[in-house]
């Protein structure tokens, strides 16, 4: 559990709060590249950490994010003419480049200088392999991107999916680095799957595992926190499961098959809502046209209309209202939820909790030794930075992201840090099960 003080200092990001200018200190990945077309196209409405925000192509091709309201009297950016390099106002046609400085003011004397004074809200942007990011922190010159794998490859290698969900964002890290709930959440009650509820497909090693309470085992990196799921797989034998957390956001399960690792994370609108990013890669080639779906499931029901509220988009039609589709028969003897995709099945229950979870009345077991382990980190970081103005793990150390997570069945005995320590390692050739899981999962595919 936490006090009250902790659990809000964890959890509210908005301007001048510790956890929120800890965020601020890193790049964020906020849009992909395609979602912003072509140069002068219509701007996008969105926000980041309580601020509302206007994204936008310039006709150079660079990406700008200025703050939504225009620095003369307040109107919405949002309803900008993108020409010319700039967001022109409608209603008195000031102009601002994507530094937010004002390049032009047709409404004032064509002698007066007023102009070179007056700048919008403004943060730089970059993209990399198809990922735009933004660094809405302190720094003059930010500090460089993360070396994360998925992001230093074409953008055939990755595919990736968003929806948004109504909680807060630490609830979402915390499902996504949470190992013990695989045994019971996103368990099949059939063996493989059943084609008269959604979801028919090979099983996944993990999900439908009889060791329901695997041995945790955690410890620091110089990203985050690392923890290892030992379950018995055998006598004389334990299945690994290796999660990461990597400072701020970012969650990465264990791999379920060696043509794809994992990574999620969790960008925050607002303390009450955050987009979930889901990726897969594969590293040493592009992903086939075939594997995408099943690399990233579509969830049923679909997605919400999208209107100018940021909230709308990505926003899956499944939710609390119609019971996230659950079917109670199913959870008889389909599904331990009775509910569809594993997305869903996340989503259902990090929504039950509330916006932001009451983490004062928790009763938390050994099994929840990461989900301990990293709020603390996180916590001491903002803490850190607050108090002394300690730069954060991982802000000017890129490299530090190269990590991948790993699935490994090992002799019990052996410490999962040396016999799974080579799986871990991004940029190589090295695959991300062992050889014992690779036929581990193949097995269980087959049954
Ligand atoms: S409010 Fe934007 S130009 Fe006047
Ligand atoms: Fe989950």
Known sequence: MLSKE????????????????????????????????KPDNKPHRIKLLHENLILFRNTSGEVGLLS??????GASLYWSRNEQDGLRCVYHGWKYDITGQCVDMPSEPAASNFRDKVRAGSYPCQERNGIV???????????????????????????IRRDMQDSNWVQGLEGNIDSSHLSFLHT????????????????????FYNDPAP??????????????????????????????????????FAPVSLEECPLQWWIPLDDNSVMKWDIRWNPSRPIREEEKKSLILEDPGGWVDWT????????????????????YDAQLDKRFSGIPSINLQDKAVLESMGHIVDRTIEHLGTSDAMII????????????????????????DPQVYRRRTATAILDDGVDWQVGAGPYLEAFTDTPVLSAEAQQASLRVKQS
Not at 68 to 73: G, N, S, T
Not at 225 to 246: H, N, S
Request: contains cysteine.
């Open 133 to 159: 990011w933004t660094y809405m922190g302190p720094r003059k010159t930010p500090p460089p991107l993360p070396e994360l794998e998925f992001n230093m490859l074409p953008p055939e290698h990755v595919v």
């Open 215 to 252: 041995k945790m085992e955690v410890t620091n990196t110089d990203a985050g926190v690392m923890d290892a799921a030992g379950r018995v797989e055998e006598p004389g034998k334990v299945y690994w499961r290796v999660t990461q957390f990597l400072m701020p956001f970012y969650g990465i």
């Open 68 to 73: 939504e309201v225009c620095p003369h009297r």
């Open 308 to 327: 100018a509220d940021a909230k709308t988009h990505w926003q899956l039609k499944a939710n609390a209202d119609n019971e996230y589709l659950n079917e």
């Open 188 to 207: 099949r009650l059939e063996a493989t799957g059943n084609a008269e509820f959604y979801g028919e497909g090979p099983a996944t090693r993990g999900l």
């Open 373 to 396: 382990r990293t709020r603390r980190r996180l916590i001491n970081a903002a803490i850190a930075l607050r108090d002394h103005g300690t730069v954060p793990p991982g802000v000017d």
């Open 6 to 37: 902790d659990n809000e200092l964890l959890t509210h990001v908005g301007p001048g709060t510790p956890m929120g200018d800890l965020m601020r200190q890193y790049w964020m990945p906020i849009y992909l590249s395609t979602d912003l077309e």
